[in-house]
């Protein structure tokens, strides 16, 4: 079993910044692909980023890049999402996701999941 905890959402004016972190217990973190989604109110749980398990490659939604930057520190069990540039629609809960097939999580189906952390960007 592996439980993820989402923590660093807060109330953040547009254009300001936030860094969200994600610790992981419980099994082997290093070989894990570890992802963030986000899901707006009455909208669909939509992919952010992604990061494979030795940090080496990552991948972002069109509508994050260049602006968010995931990366992880594998001796902390930790991901993070740095957030710069926010806009109101990124306003969200943002959730963090784990799972050792790159391809099921980047499909939403990854194995295991976090309790989420709100995102709200005013303008």
């Known amino acids: 079993q592996v439980q993820l905890v989402e923590s660093g959402g807060g109330l953040v004016q547009a254009g300001g910044s936030l860094r969200l972190s994600c610790v992981a217990s419980?099994?082997?973190?290093?070989?894990?692909?570890m992802g963030w989604f986000r899901q707006a109110p009455e909208k669909e749980r939509e992919f952010v980023a992604a990061?494979?398990?030795?940090?080496?490659?990552?991948y972002y939604a069109d509508s994050v890049k260049g602006r968010f930057t995931i990366s992880r520190d594998n001796a902390k069990n930790t991901v993070y999402l740095q957030m710069n540039s926010l806009k109101p629609e990124d306003t969200a809960v943002y959730y963090c996701?784990?799972?050792?097939?790159?391809?099921?999580?980047?499909?939403?189906?990854?194995?295991?999941w976090g309790q989420g952390t709100q995102v709200t960007v005013s303008s």
């Open positions: 419980g099994r082997t973190f290093a070989s894990y692909t």
């Open positions: 990061i494979n398990w030795s940090g080496s490659v990552t």
């Open positions: 996701n784990a799972d050792p097939n790159l391809k099921r999580l980047r499909d939403g189906r990854g194995d295991y």
